[in-house]
């Protein structure tokens, strides 16, 4: 079997030779500078930043230190508290274990005192097995109707709590923090730091963008439905030991149908089932503490609000502890006053739980890197012959080095669908811009795209206006999701990235002179990331995966794509890929011996 290319292989193929003089004119960016070492025992999160301020790789920030000491301190209390969850989990898996053998004896105890009984006895002694299960399984969902079964499972669960105890009492969680700030503040930074930081200390743990955490609740949903249908249609999850009872028919419809009631009780509420497995270790038998961190909170619509209070109120309950990101205060993220009940018990809940720190920094660090002069070596314009033939040059390299042989393959995408991808290459892929963003696909379709090619390359790329404003609103998606999963991205477009929507074919987009990027008096109207219809397809598009944007949002939308796609060309980035995309964490590490075999390109010029 002919073997692929190495990981060192692929790696050098994402470094670009950059000379000192460029380097230096270059700068180095500091909003998207992420820890991934593989080491032992690295320096904390505080050191790490003084470190980077030392070397010139991060402007000083007062508010940034401070968030670093205040992540510093928590890490310190995640070590203890994930010792301690390891105990609970232990307590509490006896505990289970124990209460279910208690609980199934009373149950017996209850069975047999009614095979006892005058009003069974005599009814279903000549019946053959095969009519006994007929009848058991027509009749088990009719016995003991009403508020029967409801008094009958409250009088054993009190008498378990008697005979076994209370649930063990879980160890007090740290308080996690609540970052809120600016665009460009270096929030996602330091989280991203932290996150890093909680490997090998914790074992549950995950880190979602909201994109990412509403198409997978959605979905999780989705599935927790159709298993409740499924076993709604059949007794056999519950039958298998019952039919075996050495009882009447009634008495097993009985049991069965107490059964029935305790699983309906604990599959009433499905955000709290749904958060139960969202931060699941995959690996069975894995106990311990839970993190999650949670980057840009925001609350997009009604089903947001819901899912987001049901799904963090969930988990904080039982102990997860949360970093989250946002631009906005808790108490702001609802300026529209949706479901405000249900909105001041989320809040109410993160006040328990987080610390709520703000960066207040008024330097937007990405418009400062952006600021810089430097050569878009990824990005190519306009589209003429020269460009184009760069464009070309690029691709051909890169997919030689990586064995050469271009194929088509379908990816999978959350709920159930597919995109079909027409020339890839290991790990990296080529698109046109009207495939990516002229047809009804959105966030769930960017996601996998992102997690499954490392390098991207997107041709024909016109300059943006009202008249292809849908386009551009997936577009805008489209780098949202290549940037969050670190993605090298290769671009053929009409015109330069800071002029990419400025087209005025049916009017502009928006005023960029005018527009400014942030501002103090802009401050408490900052953008949510963009969601476009059509991220479901033929399922249907739910309310929590789209979003119309108003006016002022929208501009930080298309400002922030700009900002993002000048970013993604900086050296800090694209070394950053190799370290950071899925792609190669999900390769096992190889030997320095695969270094001769490595390639660099020379930076176009």
């Not at 995408?413 to 597919?418: C, I, L, N």
């Not at 090619?453 to 489209?478: C, E, G, Q």
């Amino acid at each position: 079997m002919k073997r692929g290319p190495s990981t060192s292989t692929i790696y050098s193929l994402l470094s670009l030779k950059f000379t000192r003089q460029q380097s230096s004119k270059l700068g180095v960016d500091p909003l998207r500078v992420r820890f991934l070492s593989s080491s032992a025992k690295s320096p904390g999160l505080l050191s790490q930043y003084k470190h980077l301020v030392e070397r010139g790789e991060l402007q000083h920030d007062p508010f940034q230190e401070r968030v670093a000491s205040e992540l510093e301190s928590l890490l310190g209390r995640l070590e203890q508290y994930e010792k301690d969850m390891e105990e609970y989990h232990v307590k509490l898996a006896n505990w289970k274990q124990s209460r279910e053998n208690e609980r199934r004896r009373l149950l017996m105890e209850e069975a047999e005192s009614k095979q006892q009984g005058d009003v069974w006895t005599s009814v279903n002694k000549r019946r053959s097995k095969l009519a006994e299960t007929l009848m058991f399984r027509k009749s088990s969902e009719n016995i003991e109707p009403g508020v029967g079964k409801w008094v009958s499972y409250l009088n054993r669960e009190r008498k378990l709590d008697s005979l076994v105890g209370r649930c063990p009492s879980a160890p007090h969680a740290p308080r996690g923090l609540y970052i809120y700030g600016n665009v460009g503040s270096g929030k996602t930074m330091l989280m991203d730091m932290f996150y890093n930081a909680t490997e090998g200390i914790v074992k549950h743990r995950q880190r979602y963008h909201f994109h990412e955490a509403m198409l997978k609740i959605n979905e999780d949903m989705h599935k927790i439905w159709k298993n409740q249908v499924r076993e709604k249609s059949s007794q056999s999850s519950i039958s298998s030991w019952i039919m075996n009872l050495p009882f009447d028919t009634k008495v097993k419809e009985w049991v069965a149908a107490e059964e029935k009631y305790k699983q309906e009780v604990q599959m009433k509420n499905i955000l709290p089932a749904v958060a139960d497995k969202f931060l699941v270790d995959q690996q069975a038998g894995q106990v311990g503490a839970s993190i999650l961190c949670f980057d840009e909170i925001q609350t997009v619509d009604v089903f947001a609000i819901v899912a987001l209070s049901g799904i963090v109120s969930r988990l904080l309950s039982t102990g997860t502890v949360l970093v989250a990101t946002s631009n906005r205060a808790p108490k702001d993220l609802n300026q529209d006053g949706m479901q405000k009940d249900i909105f001041q018990k989320f809040v109410t809940k993160l006040e328990e739980h987080c610390a709520f720190v703000f960066i207040g920094s008024e330097i937007d660090y990405r418009r400062f890197i952006a600021q810089r002069s430097f050569d878009q070596v990824h990005y190519f314009w306009p589209s003429d012959c020269t460009s184009v033939g760069k464009f070309e040059k690029m691709w051909v390299e890169i997919t030689s080095q990586l064995g050469g042989q271009i194929t088509s393959e379908t990816i999978p995408v959350m709920f159930g669908r597919k995109l079909e991808v027409s020339e890839s290459c290991n790990g990296v892929a080529r698109f046109a811009f009207d495939f990516l963003c002229g047809q009804p696909v959105g966030a769930a379709d960017y996601i996998a795209l992102a997690k499954n090619y490392h390098t991207v390359f997107i041709s024909d790329i016109p300059m943006m206006s009202m008249r292809i404003r849908d386009k551009a609103r997936r577009f805008i998606t489209l780098i949202d999701e290549l940037y969050n999963h670190h993605c090298c991205l290769f671009c053929l477009a009409a015109t330069s990235i800071e002029d990419l929507f400025q087209g005025t074919e049916e009017g502009a987009l928006f005023d960029l002179e005018s527009f400014q990027f942030e501002t103090e008096a802009e401050g408490g109207k900052l953008r949510r990331n963009v969601l476009v219809e059509g991220n479901v397809g033929s399922v249907g598009a739910p309310t929590a995966i789209v979003s119309m944007l108003s006016g002022q949002e929208e501009m930080f939308a298309f400002r922030r794509a700009v900002s993002r796609l000048i970013e993604m060309q900086t050296p800090l980035y694209l070394e950053g890929v190799r370290n950071l995309h899925p792609y190669f964490q999900r390769r096992e590490p190889e030997s320095l011996v695969d270094s001769a075999a490595r390639f660099q390109f020379q930076q176009s010029s």
